[in-house]
């Protein structure tokens, strides 16, 4: 079983920069095709970014793009998600899911098939 452990959110000001990180236990991440997802009170789950377990391949939401980059660092077994110029409208529990098994290069931008899910952290921007 892995857990996945994400850290680094907080309260900001609006645009301001935050970095996210997710990290699991237990195991490697350097397989694992990783995505970070976000939940405002009231909405559904979105998807926000994802990159694959190659490195390549990053994807992200058309509300972040630009101002998001997704990396990962298997030395230190983390993936990050930097965000910049941080909104209002950004603000809510970010969540890291992992996705064995994909091919090279895929990203997986759905809730459904993530393996293992972080427990979240949460992001607060003030206007």
């Known amino acids: 079983q892995v857990h996945l452990v994400e850290s680094g959110g907080g309260l900001v000001q609006a645009g301001a920069s935050l970095s996210l990180s997710c990290t699991p236990s237990g195991r490697s991440f350097s397989s694992y095709a990783v995505t970070w997802f976000r939940q405002a009170p009231g909405k559904e789950r979105e998807f926000v970014a994802g990159i694959s377990w190659t490195g390549g391949g990053a994807r992200y939401a058309d509300s972040v793009k630009g101002r998001c980059t997704i990396s990962r660092d298997d030395a230190r077994n983390t993936v990050h998600l930097r965000m910049d110029n941080l909104r209002p409208e950004d603000a809510a529990v970010y969540y890291c899911?992992?996705?064995?098994?994909?091919?090279?290069?895929?990203?997986?931008?759905?809730?459904?098939?993530?393996?293992?899910w972080g427990q979240g952290t949460q992001v607060t921007v003030s206007s």
């Open positions: 899911a992992a996705t064995a098994r994909l091919p090279a290069g895929m990203v997986r931008t759905t809730e459904a098939g993530n393996d293992y």
